[in-house]
């Protein structure tokens, strides 16, 4: 009975958080001169991936390999099948030439480098698949590649020349102590939040005598991709898909290349407990928003496409679930 309480106040503090995020993120974002898309895929979305990042680190510290890499690998899934299907149901995602030229490309990089981690022994011949320090080195370069990516983008945008308090038919913009204020308080809600439903989720899960294994990739990577999905539907509500969509990108870049960068070099990472159904389900659902980008001469996730990346997370559940 407690567990349950602790999964509901959690909720409670994931969504509140999520709505105050939201807000300070989109009002620093109008007096900065920068594009919701890239105030989602810094501010928010490494801020929301927070939780997997406690988790990853502190699991990699205890020598669990398995919750650090399945929380990961989890988490990318949850993000692109469940949380940009459901932000898409809400509220078509509309995509823009950047987004398709460089960043979706960028989050399926992301992805194919973690598979192919996670095929090393077919690839080199070695015993288990790893992710040794070395290359958890790379993958933290490659995520200050991504950061400098990002930065250099935004910069060249260009700032907005409107004045953020008198915008014509909009509200006044907050002052930006206040924007940082619910910033921070967001973040703090979206992280004790994850984290105590996490491990009122895991209490639950273990017992019913569900495997480690099956929690990492199942609970505990929803439970610390709630603060994602949380953010992602306030935004959609506030018809702010950039920031949805940004928010995904960044977090799932962040997970492989710094989440996992900084496991890896904290303690080698074995990954036995990876299955080839969680690396193909996280490379099919990356390819699968880079074609969305085409289909029907459109540039937007509509809602067909997000029901269909809702059923498949659903199928990925129950295959991964019936395989015990």
Not at 218 to 225: K, L, R
Request: net charge neutral.
């Amino acid at each position: 009975m407690i567990d349950i309480l602790l999964l509901v106040l959690g909720l409670v503090l994931i969504l509140t958080g999520a709505n105050y995020l939201v807000d300070g993120a989109s009002a620093i974002a109008k007096r900065a001169g920068l594009s919701d898309f890239i105030i989602g895929m810094t501010i928010v979305g490494i801020g929301t991936s927070t939780p997997e990042m406690v988790v990853s680190f502190a699991s990699a510290i205890k020598g669990n390999a398995d919750i650090a890499v399945g929380n990961v690998l989890g988490s990318n899934i949850f993000n692109t099948l469940m949380i940009l299907g459901a932000t898409a149901l809400f509220s078509p995602i509309r995509l823009t030439s950047n987004n398709v030229k460089k960043d979706i490309p960028f989050a399926l990089l992301a992805a194919f480098v973690l598979c192919t981690f996670g095929c090393s022994t077919w690839l080199d011949g070695t015993a288990v698949n790893t992710i040794s320090r070395v290359s958890g080195i790379l993958l933290l370069s490659l995520f200050g590649v991504f950061m400098a990516y990002t930065i250099y983008s935004s910069s060249s945008q260009g700032a907005t020349t409107d004045n953020p308090d008198n915008l014509s038919g909009s509200k006044k913009t907050a002052p930006i102590w206040l924007a940082s204020l619910m910033i921070l308080g967001g973040l703090c809600g979206l992280v004790f939040g994850g984290d105590m439903f996490v491990n009122a989720a895991s209490a639950i899960a273990k017992s019913l005598g569900v495997s480690d294994a099956v929690i990492a990739v199942t609970i505990v990577a929803g439970g610390t991709s709630l603060p994602e999905l949380a953010s992602c539907l306030v935004a959609a509500y506030k018809k702010n898909t950039d920031q949805a969509l940004g928010n995904v990108i960044g977090s799932n870049v962040s997970n492989i290349f710094l989440i996992l960068g900084g496991s890896a070099t904290i303690h080698p990472l074995v990954m036995a407990g990876t299955k080839p159904l969680d690396l193909i389900t996280l490379m099919v659902s990356s390819i699968l928003i880079f074609l969305f980008a085409f289909t029907f001469k459109k540039k937007q996730i509509d809602r067909i496409e997000g029901a269909l990346l809702v059923c498949l997370y659903i199928a990925f559940v129950v295959l991964t679930l019936r395989a015990l």
